[in-house]
């Protein structure tokens, strides 16, 4: 079927709807820790000059293929990429801007675990051009950090969220909750002391057991005890929505809560269903080439994905089938509570959600529609998968 020129339209430029980010992934760590299913390796010796020639020479390619665009947000994640020399990230952030014409208030934000955190790093960081930091915290109780695999304490993680509001001024840090042996109480006194140290933003993560980590493997074995049941897990996923709305801090994604205008934007990129480019191992991109969405991705390991960036072939694409795309925009936009616009989800997909699936989830409060756009109720974040799988199913 030929589409109308409108829809073509929509399609070759929707990508703009969502905005235009790039993401640089680090893979090293200093320790890989049990619960994470991340691209992240321990390496003894890194070339961080070879390293960054790669990441160099993969920015300009990128860039050639991706002219002219306005970029709105840069995100180095890892890994540790607070590992890296601040030299390095000036380098990097130094040709992104030769490359890109960039925002007016573009967002550089750069993640860090406490135990690589110093005021000397930090400081070139920001000179280098980062404006955010996310910190991967997890725990603010040292039992619990060490059942986590993390090298860091409590009191180096205060340390360095401390450090990072002396040089940025949004300041992000990551904690998982539902943990074992974890009670309501503990986790409401955990959370209300992590909002006394949050300037603007927190993500707060339901911890998960993962195949093909260690926890997963010691899951599976029956070596992981204390785990929260169902309702256990339910009843801390509610208090998080409770302590946070108080505090000013509500949730705008499943898993994340900010003041209003202290939210990720280049997450926020991901979940409208906007481009972006990834670069470095493991790293997956949505990129729009003549009016067609196409996914990338790159080697996952660190070995094979430097060879291939030396001789400019950092990452493959393939294009993505309409209806694939649509089901991508509505798993993305349904995590946030804005949703999703249904128009634009029919102009992406050629077809309009199932009108059986939206009225029954409707009538059980799952979700909402209101104003062209449907989001899902709370209730219906808990069970979000759920919904979602319900809202596919032809």
């Known amino acids: 079927m030929r589409l109308p020129s409108w829809s073509r339209a929509v399609l070759t430029d929707d990508w703009q709807q969502g905005g235009f980010g790039l993401y640089i992934h680090w893979p090293f760590c200093a320790a890989k820790c049990p619960y994470c299913d991340f691209n992240s390796h321990v390496s003894r010796q890194i070339d961080h000059d070879r390293w960054n020639r790669a990441y160099i020479s993969e920015i300009d390619r990128v860039a050639a293929l991706l002219p002219r665009r306005v970029l709105n947000t840069v995100y180095f994640g890892g890994g540790t990429p607070s590992l890296m020399p601040p030299d390095m990230v000036a380098d990097m952030l130094e040709r992104i801007r030769q490359r890109w014409p960039t925002a007016n208030d573009l967002e550089v934000t750069l993640e860090a675990n406490p135990g690589s955190v110093e005021a000397g790093r930090f400081a070139g960081y920001a000179a280098a051009g980062v404006s955010r930091v996310s910190i991967g915290v997890q725990a603010l109780n040292d039992a619990d950090l060490a059942r986590l695999g993390r090298i860091h304490s409590v009191a180096e993680a ?171 925009y509505l798993m993305m936009g349904l995590r946030i509570a804005e949703g999703i616009d249904l128009a634009r989800y029919k102009a992406i997909s050629g077809a309009a959600l199932p009108k059986r699936a939206v009225l029954e989830l409707e009538d059980i409060g799952m979700i909402t529609r209101e104003s062209g756009r449907l989001r899902a109720t709370p209730r219906g974040r808990l069970v979000l998968n759920a919904v979602i799988r319900a809202l596919l199913a032809d």
């Open 158 to 328: 205060r340390q360095a969220i401390d450090i990072a509001h002396e040089f940025f001024d949004r300041v992000s840090f990551d904690l998982i909750y539902a943990r074992q042996d974890q009670t309501l109480a503990d986790w409401r006194q955990e959370l209300t002391e992590a909002l006394t140290l949050a300037a603007d933003h927190l993500s707060l993560y339901q911890l998960t057991i993962e195949p093909g980590t260690a926890f997963g493997d010691r899951y599976a074995r029956g070596r992981l005890s204390g785990l929260p049941d169902d309702d256990r897990a339910s009843a801390m996923f509610d208090l998080t929505q409770e302590l946070c709305e108080q505090a000013g801090m509500p949730a705008y994604e499943v898993s994340n809560h900010a003041r209003t205008g202290s939210e990720s934007r280049h997450n926020l990129i991901y979940w409208r269903y906007g481009d972006y480019a990834g670069i470095g191992p493991g790293a997956h991109g949505r990129i729009t080439l003549n009016g067609q969405r196409h996914a990338t991705e790159t080697h996952r390991m660190p070995d094979a994905w430097l060879a291939a960036a030396e001789i400019g072939n950092g990452d493959s694409a393939s294009p993505i089938p309409r209806r694939d795309q649509g089901d991508e």
